[in-house]
C-alpha cells in the first residue's frame, strides 16, 4: 500500500486499486457522474446527490471537515483516474476516541469489484492505527440488505437496531441497523481483509 499523503488537514489513503481523496467543491461534476452510473439518487434506502442537490451534500461535508466532525473522501478509481463514489468518517469523538464510517457508496458498475473491501481497510487502518480508536460503527437502513450483508463482510458485527434512528428525505420514519469493529477485533479483521484483497488479486 502506497503511504498516507496529508493535504489540507486531511490524509489521502492509497491502495492498489483505490485512493481517497480529501473531498473538495470542485468535485461535484464527478461526483455527480459517478452517481448517474446506475441513478442512485432514486434510492430510497440511502442518499446519494443527485443534480439538484449534489452542492449542498458536498458543502454540508466540508462543513463537518472545518467542525473536526466529519473527514469526507472522493473516491478515486486508480485504474481510470474517475471519481466512482464518496465516503467519510463522521461523528468524530476523539475524546471517546470513536467515529463512524459512512455516507459509503460507488457507481452501479463498481459494485460488488473488490474496491469497497480495499477502500474500508484503508479506512479502518487508518481509524485504528492513526486515529487510535477504540471504536468503529456503521449504521445502515434496515431495508438495506446489500448494504447489511457488505458491513458483515468486513468482519463487523451486529449490534442491534436503532428505532425512527433518522427521517428520510421522502418523510419515511427510518429505522437504523448498527454494526461495530472495536480495537480488540482489529488485529483479526485486517488478518482477513488482506487474505480476501490478496485472493481478489
Keep these: 500500500m502506497s503511504p498516507e499523503v496529508v493535504t489540507a488537514g486531511q490524509v489521502t489513503l492509497s491502495g492498489k486499486r483505490v485512493e481517497l481523496l480529501p473531498l473538495r467543491a470542485e468535485h461535484a461534476p464527478q461526483l455527480l457522474l459517478a452517481a448517474e452510473d446506475g441513478e442512485l439518487w432514486n434510492m430510497k434506502v440511502t442518499v446519494i446527490p443527485g443534480p439538484s442537490t449534489v452542492e449542498q451534500y458536498i ?54 469489484s473488490g474496491l469497497n473491501t480495499e477502500m474500508k481497510f484503508l479506512l479502518l487502518r487508518h481509524a485504528f492505527e492513526e486515529m487510535n ?33 433518522r427521517i428520510m428525505p421522502d418523510g419515511r420514519k427510518r429505522n437504523s441497523v ?19 484483497m490478496s485472493r481478489a488479486s
Design 59 to 112: 458543502a454540508t461535508a466540508l462543513a463537518g471537515r472545518d467542525a473536526g466532525t466529519v473527514m469526507p473522501f472522493a473516491i478515486v478509481h486508480r485504474e481510470t483516474g474517475r471519481i466512482v463514489g464518496s465516503t467519510r468518517f463522521w461523528k468524530i469523538d476523539r475524546q471517546h476516541r470513536k467515529l463512524e464510517i459512512g455516507h459509503t457508496w460507488l457507481s452501479q458498475s463498481m459494485q460488488r
Design 133 to 165: 480508536c477504540v471504536r468503529v460503527q456503521f449504521t445502515t437502513d434496515e431495508l438495506n440488505e446489500k448494504s447489511r450483508a457488505a458491513i458483515l463482510r468486513i468482519g463487523a458485527r451486529q449490534e442491534g437496531i436503532v428505532r425512527h434512528e
Design 178 to 196: 448498527r454494526f461495530s469493529i472495536i480495537d480488540d477485533e482489529w488485529p483479526q479483521v485486517k488478518a482477513m481483509l488482506l487474505e480476501k
